[in-house]
C-alpha cells in the first residue's frame, strides 16, 4: 500500500480532508500554546492521526509499529523521522514524568506534517 493508494481511497471526499485539516489545526494550536501538556498531547494526536491514515490505507497490524515496519522509505519519504517520532510519542505515553523538549516537539510536529503533506491531507 502506498500514499497513492490512501489518495485513490479518498480521491473526491473533501470530508476526509476537511477534518483531518480541522484537527490538524487542534494539534497546531495544541503545540503553539506553549503549555508542556498540551504540547506533548499534540504529539499523541499527531501519530494518532498517521495511524488512522495507515489503517485506512491498509496496512494491518496490532500496533502502530506493526503498520510503520511495513513502509519504506518510497512509500513515505520521511520514514526514519516518522520512527523518531513514534518513539517520542511512546516516551510520552509510557514514561512517567517524561519531559519533552521544545526541539523534540517540533521535530516529531514537523515529521508528522511531512507525512500528512505527503498523503495530501494538509497544504
Known amino acids: 500500500m502506498s500514499v497513492k493508494r490512501y489518495r485513490e481511497i479518498f480521491k473526491g471526499e473533501e470530508v476526509s480532508k476537511r477534518r483531518t485539516i480541522k484537527i490538524w489545526n487542534q494539534i497546531r494550536a495544541d503545540f503553539e500554546s506553549g503549555d508542556p501538556g498540551r504540547r506533548k498531547l499534540a504529539v499523541i494526536e499527531a501519530d494518532k492521526v498517521l495511524d488512522e491514515i495507515l489503517k485506512l490505507s491498509g496496512y494491518k497490524g496490532e500496533t502502530m509499529s506493526d503498520r ?51 498523503f495530501g491531507l494538509i497544504d
Do not use: C, M, P
Not at 72 to 86: R, S
Not at 93 to 110: D, M, N, P, V
Open 68 to 118: 510503520l515496519k511495513q513502509l519504506t522509505a518510497a512509500q513515505i519519504g520521511n520514514l526514519d523521522d516518522v520512527w523518531i517520532a513514534h518513539k517520542i510519542r511512546n516516551q510520552i505515553a509510557h514514561e512517567t514524568g517524561y519531559e519533552l523538549t521544545e526541539a523534540s516537539a517540533t521535530r516529531a510536529i514537523e515529521t508528522y506534517a511531512q507525512a500528512f503533506r505527503q
